[in-house]
Structure formats: C-alpha cells, structure tokens
C-alpha cells in the first residue's frame, strides 16, 4: 500500500512561501504524486499533480527530485484563507491511502 | 463537466439504526468510486472502493457496507449503528483508466453523528 509521511503542523505568516514536504518511498514507477487541500468540514480539492522535477500551477509547485522518493509542495506568498489540511499520495493500484495531512496555519 | 453528489448533508442517528448514504457521479462513466471517513481532526480513512457495478473492495472489516448498484451510484449501509460510526463521509470518484494521470475529485461529505 502506498504510504506517505509529512509533518504534522505547520505554521507560517501571511505573504510568506511555504514548502511542506512529503516523504514516499516505496512510489512506485507508474505513480503520480498528488496534492490535495482542505477545509473544515469540506471534502478535499486537487491542488497539484506530477511526476518528476517540477510542474507548476496557478495555485502552488510541486518539487520532485530525481528518485521521486519525496516531494515538496510550493505554495507562494500565503494568506489566511490557505490555512487547511494539505495531503500528498501517490497511488497503487485502485487505492488511495492518505497520510494524516500537514495543518498549516496562517497567521495575521 | 463531471460532478459529484452525496446526501444528506448531515445527519443524526440513535446508536443502533440503520444507515444509508448515496453518492452519485454525473458526467463521466464507469468510474472508480471511493468511501471514505474522516473522524474528528483526523486523516482520510479508506473504506470501500468499487472499479465497476457490483464490484466492492473492503479496506475495513465492520459492520458498514457498500453497493454499487448503477454505474454512476454508490452506497453505503449498515444494519446498526455504533458511536465510533460518527464522523465525515466522504465519496470519491476517478476515471477509470489505470496509469498516468491519477486524480480523485471528492464530495462535499456527510456529517454524520450517531448518538
């Protein structure tokens, strides 16, 4: 079963960049690595996908080196309303197993 | 475009009733269907998937259970409810080819408390 490993919280100021890194080592070679956000009481939204090196969006990077055997999310310049759950996975097979998620908090 | 419903929105149950959530998916054929739960401050807990009508894959053994009686329907049931059944359910969809792009687009949940 895919796993993936991130920090558990993190907190960070309004206008700053934040990197939160996820950590997978047993991706497999078809996988892709994906992102997910959310809000309370809301299901989660796709942020970013990739598979190596790095792909950007209007919202967020996604950082991936060569092994593939971690990934950081990018996001620039953050304000109050990013504070959520942020998930990374990478499939296997049909399933998704979701990590326990970074909680970033943004503070004023 | 694809879009994806779940009803109700909330509900409270006794401990002890039965359970019936529907998800349905439209825009989009023989998708991949995901149940989740999501407990209090928690992480995505996977339930059931289903790649194809009638077909349901059990990630945890309790007393929930899942059909998929449409191509686009899924649910999920149980006969009686626990406490620890509380929680936010989440349906999930993904199109059904393998490899490549991988990209699951969720509900907007249940909340569900038994009481």
């Known amino acids: 079963l895919a796993k993936t490993t991130q920090p558990i919280s993190m907190d960070s100021y309004e206008g700053q960049e934040v990197n939160i890194t996820c950590s997978h080592n047993n991706i497999a070679t078809n996988d892709y690595i994906t992102w997910y956000q959310q809000f309370p009481s809301q299901g989660p939204r796709f942020i970013i996908q990739g598979y190596k090196t790095k792909v950007t969006n209007e919202v967020a990077s996604l950082f991936i080196p060569a092994d593939r055997k971690s990934s950081t999310l990018s996001l620039p310049r953050v304000s109050l309303s990013d504070t959520a759950v942020y998930y990374c996975?990478?499939?296997?097979?049909?399933?998704?197993?979701f990590g326990t998620g970074t909680r970033l908090k943004v503070l004023a | 475009s694809q879009t994806i419903h779940q009803w109700p929105a909330t509900l409270v149950q006794p401990v002890g009733s039965p359970l019936s959530l529907e998800c349905t998916v439209e825009g989009t054929s023989n998708p991949n269907l995901y149940w989740y739960r999501q407990a209090a401050g928690r992480g995505l807990q996977l339930l059931f998937y289903?790649?194809?009508?009638?077909?349901i894959s059990s990630e945890v053994p309790q007393n929930l259970s899942a059909s998929r009686p449409q191509d686009r329907q899924f649910i999920l049931s149980s006969k009686k409810l626990l406490l620890s059944d509380s929680g936010f359910y989440l349906c999930?969809?993904?199109?059904?080819?393998?490899?490549?792009?991988?990209?699951?687009?969720f509900g907007p949940g249940t909340r569900l408390t038994v009481l």
């Open positions: 996975y990478h499939s296997g097979t049909y399933k998704y197993i």
């Open positions: 999930a969809w993904r199109g059904g080819s393998r490899g490549g792009l991988d990209t699951q687009y």
């Open positions: 289903s790649v194809g009508i009638g077909q």
